[in-house]
């Protein structure tokens, strides 16, 4: 199992969009699970995953962005973002932090 980072970033997105036991099931998917989002174009390997809410499903759900820093076993959540506050991110939006 990887372990996983999560940016402050991400720690104040995510208080926003889920619930405890909700964080706490997508960080242990995620590593279990390191490279199943898409690789987003431009982005130096960051990559994008859904996820669903309660009561929304993945379609309603949020959206995570993330590394997978394979050589060191590390996940590192950068971003989580609702589908409906936020279209999409752009390459130039995601930093390493």
Known sequence: MRTVIETPT???QAEAV???D????FIDWIARNPDAGDVI???EGA???RWGRSGT???GGVRVIYFHLSADEVVLLLM???KAARATVKA???QRR
């Open 10 to 12: 991400f720690q104040k």
């Open 18 to 20: 889920w619930d405890r």
């Open 22 to 25: 909700e964080r706490h099931a």
């Open 41 to 43: 174009p431009g982005a």
């Open 47 to 49: 990559r994008k995953v």
């Open 57 to 59: 499903g993945k379609r």
């Open 80 to 82: 989580v973002y609702a």
């Open 92 to 94: 130039g939006d995601i």
